[in-house]
């Protein structure tokens, strides 16, 4: 059994800053890839950063320079800076996971509200 946690979103000025945190548990071996999507109301789910286990990441071309992703081995975190009324959005964490039964479907947290407004 794996589980997501993902926490962090809330109701932050334009300009302003947000921390978004996504824990893994359970029985884990490997977490290859972890990162996040979006989905806007009326809009398809984008993918926001993604991180993996060596390193190396992904962006949007809409957060670069604004929101830096970072991981250890089973928690990642974003950072979201410079924040946009068109960041608002629910947030969603994801993780590609090797279990010590095998490799595992996609794992996505429950999703953290992000709103950007004055």
């Known amino acids: 059994q794996v589980q997501l946690v993902d926490s962090g979103g809330g109701l932050v000025q334009p300009g302003g800053s947000l921390r978004l945190s996504c824990a893994a548990s359970g029985s884990i071996h490997t977490i290859y890839v972890m990162g996040w999507y979006r989905q806007a109301p009326g809009k398809q789910r984008e993918l926001v950063a993604q991180?993996?286990?060596?390193?190396d990441t992904v962006y949007a071309d809409s957060v670069k320079g604004r929101f830096t992703i970072s991981r250890d081995k089973t928690t990642a975190n974003l950072q979201m800076n410079n924040l946009k009324p068109e960041d608002t959005a629910v947030y969603y964490c994801?993780?590609?996971?090797?279990?010590?039964?095998?490799?595992?479907?996609?794992?996505w947290g429950p999703g953290t509200q992000v709103t950007v407004s004055s």
């Open positions: 991180i993996t286990g060596g390193g």
């Open positions: 994801y993780a590609d996971i090797r279990a010590f039964t095998g490799n595992r479907p996609r794992d």
